[in-house]
């Protein structure tokens, strides 16, 4: 722990670097910029008169594929390991110098340009967790071009709206992706999707894996291999940093995806920045999150910030458990020797949840584990608490989005820790002047919840727009609070100046009049012992408007009566939060309908609850999961549609 003189010294650090990101964020950050290679200078760091937001880095020009994969080939450093791949489904390894990685991204650029692929234009990416989705990425960024990865095995009508939207002139594909126990066969929902879109590419770049047959469509499709040993290997291709370098698409209200786009200049910015000052890595550190590149976390600290930095990323095709079991995570960090781990909250649930004594650790050396990172959702004081102890490393966690790219709230490490406290992801980094606002705009004071804006001008990477659709992008983000942005999250800041994210803004139920936060009941559900994992939903009530209702996950071994578990339970919430909560209905889960990355889809739950009309989300993991639930609501009166 550290000592109060500690504490103060560290924080006094921090603050004067967030102050100062505030107070002059030109030369903040074009400090931080100077460490990239710029072909062309720019003219001013930050352009305050740019629509609909404040722009970085206009009139300057680089390439982010040079910066991130030639720049350290060039510098002397092309031996060193780029890209580990790590697959137990599949059971193999590889590992990329940075050397081969350039030789293998010019020459997937050269098949890109082959087919026509230039500046400004798009590459949608339907891959699995393989290096050829890292190398379709980075080579769309050589030439200069935007690219669009959707979660492969996404459903074919899901893949036709981004196919519409984003307009690709090629789409880059795999035979399948592999779960731990099937094939997930992607050619058939490739096919279809280009049939249903309005839009055509002119070409289909396939990546034929050995688990699964695809054939191609003549004057379409070419096979990855023919087509990369039939190019001419590209150079990069400078581009304005304000041009987009991809589009990624997230999850809209009106169930039309919201295609956000990074720019390249800021974007490289702030991911190289990261790096040393929040995860405490540096060139040569061997980096893991173990995400996917379908989610920003992907694209932001698999590919784009660990790669900028000279670091050693690594690429896991496989699962917390089951590949083969709760000590899969042990055997990559302790065999690769991981400096940071970054993986979401649900990940050391389900790892919890299989060995919750973590008897699997004791076959692993982690001593070059330096800290874990969280992010993802909100992550509950148990996980924490439990992944500290098994571990004995600090367990942090940070707050960030698909919109920013990088992390609003963080510990920030490689400036000098601070203390950890469990529930918030500490302090607002810098380039972030974060506000609490009530619903009339005003600030809300220390310890009071509301809406947490960001101030204009955002940090650099944060999104300029939505992709072909400036007004939606007004209307999502900058109209309620104009000069602010809205990120739909409900929090307070403490005396100490921490960020407590409690729950998205439609996670704040309504009992009686009291707002009351859903994420503060599951933190102490998941205090319980026997619980897992949770989550909590506002179901409709005739007399109080909502009521609280909570979904439990029991870990493995426990056998005791779900009455009993659940009557506790209702005494924890009456306990700690009080009779004002109205916490009275627990429903006993097997599990909870998530997204692929790891969200619990709180507001899918509600619609069922409620007996509302629902879309299946496109990013559900396992469908079959709602009806489990609805069955469940049911057993307590609810779900009767």
Request: negative net charge; glycine residues 8%; hydrophobic residues 40%.
């Amino acid at each position: 722990m550290l000592t109060q003189r500690q504490r103060g010294k560290n924080m006094s650090n921090y603050k004067a670097l967030y102050e100062r990101s505030l107070a002059d964020p030109a030369g903040f950050w074009g400090e931080a910029a100077a460490s990239l290679h710029w072909d062309k200078p720019w003219e001013q760091v930050l352009d305050l008169d740019a629509k609909p937001v404040p722009r970085w880095f206009a009139g300057g020009q680089l390439n982010t594929c040079f910066n991130a994969v030639d720049r350290h080939v060039e510098a002397g450093h092309g031996e060193r390991a780029a890209l580990i791949y790590d697959s137990p489904v599949t059971d193999q390894k590889k590992t990329y110098t940075y050397a081969e990685l350039r030789d293998a991204v010019a020459s997937f650029a050269g098949a890109l340009r082959e087919q026509g692929v230039e500046k400004g234009d798009r590459v949608l990416i339907y891959m699995p967790m393989i290096p050829e989705a890292a190398i379709a990425m980075l080579a769309t960024a050589r030439l200069g071009a935007i690219h669009s990865v959707v979660f492969g095995g996404f459903a074919a009508n899901e893949l036709a709206t981004r196919i519409n939207d984003a307009k690709p002139k090629v789409i880059v594909s795999a035979s399948c992706g592999i779960e731990p126990n099937r094939v997930v066969v992607y050619k058939p929902l490739l096919d279809a999707a280009v049939e249903q879109s309005v839009h055509k590419p002119s070409a289909c770049i396939i990546k034929a894996r050995p688990q699964a047959e695809a054939p191609l469509v003549d004057g379409r499709d070419l096979d990855w291999d023919a087509a990369v040993s039939a190019a001419t290997p590209a150079d990069c291709v400078a581009v304005e940093a304000t041009d987009p370098l991809y589009i990624l698409y997230t999850s809209g209200t009106t169930g039309q995806p919201k295609g956000v786009v990074r720019d390249n200049g800021g974007h490289a910015v702030a991911m190289h920045w990261t790096m040393k000052n929040i995860y405490n890595v540096e060139a040569g550190d061997v980096y893991w999150a173990a995400s996917d590149v379908g989610w920003v976390v992907g694209h932001s600290y698999i590919v784009y910030a660990p790669l900028l930095a000279g670091c050693t990323t690594l690429m896991y095709e496989g699962k917390p458990v089951g590949t083969p079991d709760p000590g899969a995570f042990w055997r990559v960090i302790s065999e690769h020797k991981v400096k940071v781990l970054f993986t979401a909250p649900t990940a050391f649930r389900a790892i919890k949840k299989e060995d919750p004594n973590g008897d699997h650790l004791k076959d692993y050396d982690l001593s070059c584990m330096q800290a874990l990172f969280l992010a993802g959702e909100r992550c509950d004081p148990d996980t924490l608490f439990w992944a500290r102890d098994k571990l004995q490393k600090p367990v942090v966690d940070h707050w960030w989005q698909t919109e920013t790219g990088w992390a609003i709230a963080a510990n920030p490490m490689g400036i000098e820790p601070m203390e950890i406290k469990p529930g918030s992801p500490t302090v607002a980094m810098p380039g972030y002047d974060v506000r609490i606002l009530s619903e009339d705009g005003d600030e809300m004071p220390d310890g009071e919840m509301g809406n947490i804006v960001i101030k204009l001008p955002m940090a650099p990477s944060c999104l300029p727009t939505l992709w072909g659709n400036d007004k939606r992008f007004i209307d999502s983000y900058l109209s309620k609070y104009p000069g602010f942005y809205l990120t739909g999250d409900a929090g307070y800041r403490d005396a100490d100046g921490y960020l407590w994210i409690m729950s998205r803004t439609d996670d704040v139920i309504n009992v009686a009049g009291h707002r009351l936060s859903t994420g503060a009941m599951e933190e102490v559900l998941a205090g319980h012992p026997d619980v897992a994992e949770c989550a909590v939903i506002g179901v409709s009530d005739a007399l109080k408007g909502q009521l609280p209702l909570g979904l439990i996950v029991l870990k493995a071994g426990v056998d005791r009566p779900n009455d009993e578990v659940a009557a506790e339970l209702v005494k924890r919430v009456r306990d700690q939060i009080g009779p004002v909560a109205a916490f009275k209905l627990v429903a006993i889960v097997k599990r909870l309908p998530k997204t692929r990355s790891g969200k619990i889809l709180r507001g899918t739950m509600v619609k069922i609850a409620d007996s509302e009309e629902y879309k299946m989300p496109a990013t559900i993991d396992d469908p079959a999961i709602l009806e489990e639930i609805a069955a469940s609501l049911r057993s307590l009166g609810y779900a009767k549609g």
